[in-house]
């Protein structure tokens, strides 16, 4: 088992920036995939992006491509999301996922190790 704990959340004017931390514990030699889901209220979880483990490879959904830089730390088996240019509508519950699977995958049923999720509120 794999164990994540999500830290940085937090509230940011537009245009602000925040970076989110992911900490991995317990069996993280089984940790080839890391992911960032984000649930707005009263929408469905959606995919925000993911690194493969051992090579760094990435992966953004269109609506933060060139905002947000996903990236790992793999002596310190913490992952990040430096989210920059924040907007409202980046205003969610931002969770981390891990997997053992090194295809790369925007399925959250792809991935079977689940953060508690962190606040992140951008005002306008």
């Known amino acids: 088992q794999v164990q994540l704990v999500e830290s940085g959340g937090g509230l940011v004017q537009a245009g602000g920036s925040l970076r989110l931390s992911c900490a991995a514990s317990g069996r993280t030699d089984s940790l080839y995939r890391m992911g960032w889901f984000r649930q707005a209220p009263g929408k469905e979880r959606e995919f925000v992006a993911a690194?493969?483990?051992?090579?760094?490879?990435?992966y953004y959904t269109d609506s933060v491509k060139n905002r947000f830089i996903i990236s790992r730390d793999n002596a310190e088996n913490t992952g990040y999301l430096q989210m920059y240019s924040l907007i409202a509508d980046d205003t969610a519950v931002y969770y981390c996922?891990?997997?053992?699977?090194?295809?790369?995958?925007?399925?959250?049923?792809?991935?079977?190790?689940w953060g508690q999720g962190t606040q992140v509120t951008v005002s306008s």
């Open positions: 996922a891990g997997d053992r699977d090194y295809a790369m995958s925007t399925r959250s049923r792809n991935y079977d190790y």
């Open positions: 690194i493969r483990w051992n090579d760094g490879y990435t």
